[in-house]
């Protein structure tokens, strides 16, 4: 069964540094995702990306957030300049785009990143 | 703006007994509604989902949930848990057209006792 890939599963990084989380969003799926969860918070949207631009971003998804799709299969979320309160999991998703259908999410198994 | 609220942040119930875990939702028609599940360090798994039709649905590991207009209501429901149900439960909504993003609520954690 396709599913969504993540990497790495754990990241650990020091304050300031840039960081990359990956994802490999299932194979005919054309509408990708990211979410963040704080450690003990709820799940909340940070970015909706289609046709090689975002589509939706939160109030959370300041300059410091870019996300990329570099080639056919990866999906990408960098932090330019990480702060401690960007500790947290990191969830990619990616749905099918059909018109008149529901296009559920599929979300992958998460990225922990902990800033020191 | 949607809005969804699980006012249970924890629940505690004995292994065999029912559960229902309630989730309220506020949105201006009737969203596509969703049950996940996230186990300790994992991530989150579809338990159900409702998008329209039957409002008693129907998911994996026994669950099912009912949808009720009147209450905007999707409660969560399992007749009898199992110790392997201990886990975190995130109820959440989406506009019923298009790819929009999710709106989930704060969880209830479920804790279960012999």
């Known amino acids: 069964e396709p599913e969504v890939t993540q990497t790495p599963s754990h990241q650990v990084t020091q304050m300031g540094q840039e960081v990359i989380l990956r994802c490999v969003p299932i194979s005919n799926h054309l509408y990708f995702y990211w979410y963040r969860q704080i450690l003990g918070q709820k799940v909340e949207f940070l970015v909706s990306f289609y046709n090689n631009e975002i589509s939706e971003k939160s109030e959370i998804f300041d300059d410091q957030f870019s996300v990329e799709r570099p080639d056919g299969s990866n999906f990408t979320l960098k932090i330019r300049s990480t702060k401690l309160e960007d500790s947290a999991m990191y969830f990619c998703?990616?749905?099918?785009?059909?018109?008149?259908?529901?296009?559920?999410?599929?979300f992958g198994p998460g990225t922990r990143l902990t800033v020191l | 703006a949607q809005s969804v609220t699980q006012p249970d942040i924890h629940i505690t119930v004995s292994e065999g007994a029912s559960l229902e875990l309630r989730c309220n939702y506020s949105?201006?028609?009737?969203?596509?509604l969703f049950w996940y599940v996230q186990s300790p360090g994992q991530g989150l798994q579809l338990l159900l989902k409702y998008f329209s039709g039957d409002t008693l649905v129907q998911g994996i590991k026994g669950f099912e949930a009912e949808f009720k207009r009147s209450q905007s209501s999707f409660n969560l429901r399992k007749p009898s848990v199992h110790w392997s149900d201990a886990a975190e439960y995130f109820c959440a909504v989406r506009p019923n057209f298009g790819n929009e993003k999710l709106t989930f609520g704060t969880g209830t954690r479920l804790t279960i006792i012999p």
């Open positions: 949105y201006g028609a009737t969203p596509y």
């Open positions: 998703a990616s749905s099918e785009v059909r018109t008149g259908h529901h296009n559920e999410q599929f």
